[in-house]
């Protein structure tokens, strides 16, 4: 028998090579093209659950490892639906945010029924406070606003500025809207599916009602909020300073969770929740004149969420010694991240 012999070594020839990197460019001009296409939609369709989600630690990260599929299809569809129906009329934030409030009652009214649950997570550290007639109306009204505010307006400013060229372009094809229509509504059966608290027909109908009474008047509202002559407009006055805007941000969502958490200072629950839309109410018209000042920059408007996700790192050391396991991890990336985000616009903006 023959000897056995050693076999060739494999060696890359210069032909082989120049296919592989043909291969790669190709590849990678294609990934970049995709994302050169789809960036800003991709990015809101991420962002919104891992802010409103995991930043606060409503679902750490062991949680939203295994369930963050059903929060991108939920949050990160409510908002890119949200950006581009507005987007098609030609509206503005104040259509937003009323949006928003639908969303907030599909998630919690339709989805998980938390709205009328009082043994429900959050809702039952109220303690029953506002729970009357079969609904969590404080509750209903705290998660209201912040799903507006959190979940989908303010993700979509941080992507309006990452993404400033393009404001005024669709962020996702025409044909890919219906297809993220879909896979919201899919998030929902699923969830009505996983989570077993049956609601009435009356229930049912009240948020679908409410949901197309936002819808409505987020049709109506006007793009641009004018304000009364003296009030101040552009021109007029300069703008606060960015670390001014942040302070506030970080202040008027630090006494909301604390007028959440104190139950409402012991005031009747109706009290409570219109001064919870009062405070969200005042910070958004401070902001809309602020924004009409002279110097108001990317900067200012970032300030807007950074503030809100100051909070969140505070909060995360909480979520973690209450079984949150992983938050505070959360609340350090988030903190770097955060502080790199504001010290690389300071480049451009001279406070």
């Not at 012999?5 to 296919?19: N, V």
């Not at 606003?145 to 993700?155: G, Q």
């Not at 942040?246 to 409570?272: C, E, K, Y």
């Amino acid at each position: 028998m023959a000897a056995l012999q050693p076999a060739a070594p494999f060696r890359l020839s210069p032909t082989r090579f120049g296919l592989l990197v043909n291969r790669f460019e190709r590849f990678a001009a294609r990934v970049q093209g995709y994302f050169d296409r789809h960036g800003p939609g991709l990015s809101l369709y991420v962002l919104s659950p891992v802010v409103a989600e995991l930043v606060l630690g409503s679902s750490p990260p062991l949680t939203f490892l295994f369930f963050g599929w059903i929060d991108l299809l939920m949050y990160g569809g409510g908002a890119v639906i949200i950006r581009e129906l507005v987007r098609r009329w030609g509206k503005g934030w104040p259509s937003i945010l009323a949006l928003g409030v639908a969303y907030g009652i599909a998630e919690e009214g339709l989805a998980i029924r938390s709205f009328f649950n009082p043994d429900w997570g959050g809702a039952v550290g109220l303690a029953g406070y506002g729970y009357v007639g079969g609904i969590n109306w404080f509750w209903a009204t705290e998660m209201a606003v912040y799903h507006s505010v959190v979940s989908i307006t303010l993700p979509i400013l941080l992507v309006s500025v990452a993404y400033r060229s393009r404001q005024d372009q669709a962020w996702i094809p025409g044909g890919s809207l219906a297809r993220v229509a879909l896979g919201f509504v899919a998030s929902i059966l699923v969830c009505w599916v996983i989570l077993p608290y049956a609601i009435g027909g009356a229930a049912l109908f009240g948020c679908v009602a409410a949901m197309a009474i936002c819808y409505l008047v987020a049709r109506r509202l006007p793009a641009r909020v004018s304000w009364p002559a003296g009030w101040g407009s552009r021109g007029s006055r300069s703008a606060p300073k960015p670390s001014t805007v942040l302070r506030l941000s970080l202040a008027v969502t630090t006494l909301s969770f604390i007028l959440v958490f104190a139950r409402g200072f012991g005031l009747p629950f109706v009290v409570a929740s219109v001064l919870l839309v009062a405070i969200v109410l005042a910070m958004a018209a401070w902001l809309l004149r602020a924004s009409a000042g002279i110097g108001w920059s990317d900067r200012h408007s970032v300030a807007v969420p950074l503030g809100v996700m100051a909070f969140f790192v505070g909060f995360s050391p909480l979520v973690e010694l209450t079984g949150g396991h992983g938050q505070l991890v959360v609340g350090l990336v988030t903190a770097v991240v955060l502080r790199r985000i504001w010290v690389s616009m300071a480049a451009s903006t001279t406070e």
